[in-house]
Nanobody
């Protein structure tokens, strides 16, 4: 089992910045990947960014150049720096962990961007 605890999020004006953090605990083994997904009302959950335990990163096209994902393998933490936020970034953001056999999710944190 892996437990994920998210922090950060909140309300920000368009053009502003927020930082999300996620702390993982439990049975954490490599290789694995950690990432952020988001789900807006009435839409499917989508990948925002992901980083493997080897450091390989992947971003959704909609956030490239604005968001930056990072992790600390020693501390089992994950961060998402979100800059130049847009109203369309409004969603619940979920931390995700996978060892490519099992998947675990955080409870989600709300990000709201006002225009």
């Amino acid at each position: 089992q892996v437990q994920l605890v998210e922090s950060g999020g909140g309300l920000v004006q368009a053009g502003g910045s927020l930082r999300l953090s996620c702390a993982a605990s439990g049975s954490i083994f490599s290789p694995n990947a950690m990432g952020w997904y988001r789900q807006a009302p009435g839409k499917q959950r989508e990948l925002v960014a992901e980083i493997s335990s080897f450091g390989t990163k992947e971003y959704a096209d909609s956030v490239k150049g604005r968001f930056s994902i990072s992790r600390d393998n020693a501390k089992n933490t994950l961060a998402l720096q979100m800059d130049n936020l847009k109203p369309e970034d409004t969603a619940v953001y979920y931390c995700h962990w996978t060892n490519y056999r099992s998947d675990y999710w955080g409870q989600g944190t709300q990000v709201t961007v006002s225009s």
